[in-house]
Nanobody, 115 residues
Framework: QVQVKESGGGLVQAGGSLTLTCVIN???????LGWWRQAPGERREEVAS???????NYGNSVKGRFTFSFDSDKSMLVLEMTDLKSEDTGVYYC??????????WGQGTQVTVSS
């Protein structure tokens, strides 16, 4: 059974930094790996991802501030977040979409940015 586990969330002041980590056992094969987030009352949105072709994508609101890395040997995804803003507050989810279209999601980790 695939397990997806995020960690690293917390409370941080605006302008601060935070690093999120996700471990996915059985990480390969995949179609898309990445981070999504959901703010209260909002839809879940993509933060950063990588495709099986190696194409990286960042949400417009996080470009230049967040860095996404992927270590296949460790089955780990890392999201380094800097210059955090109050609008970055939300639950951050790690996701693996398999080549057959099935999704594996983690339980999420809360990030709260205080202004």
């Amino acid at each position: 059974q695939v397990q997806v586990k995020e960690s690293g969330g917390g409370l941080v002041q605006a302008g601060g930094s935070l690093t999120l980590t996700c471990v996915i056992n059985g990480i390969s094969p995949f179609y898309i790996l990445g981070w999504w987030r959901q703010a209260p009352g909002e839809r879940r949105e993509e933060v950063a991802s990588i495709s099986n072709y190696g194409t990286r994508n960042y949400g417009n609101s996080v470009k230049g501030r967040f860095t996404f890395s992927f270590d296949s040997d460790k089955s780990m995804l890392v999201l380094e977040m800097t210059d955090l803003k109050s609008e970055d507050t939300g639950v951050y989810y790690c996701r693996r979409m398999r080549p057959d279209g099935r999704d594996d999601w983690g339980q999420g980790t809360q990030v709260t940015v205080s202004s």
